[in-house]
């Protein structure tokens, strides 16, 4: 696996620029959390998911 880009470089580009295992890494990493983020991370997490079933 190629290493993954920082999330607060992420943060600043389209989902649809991310690589597949970024937005696996992350999901995984913000689903783990859930009970604690905010509403912007769930918000986060939400385009994470669209994006990766629109992939599929």
Known sequence: MDTLRDFSELSMM????????????????????LPYINAEGLSILHEINEELHSRN
């Open 14 to 33: 389209s989902k649809t620029k991310w690589k597949d295992e970024e937005l696996e890494y992350y999901q995984q990493s913000l689903s783990q959390v």
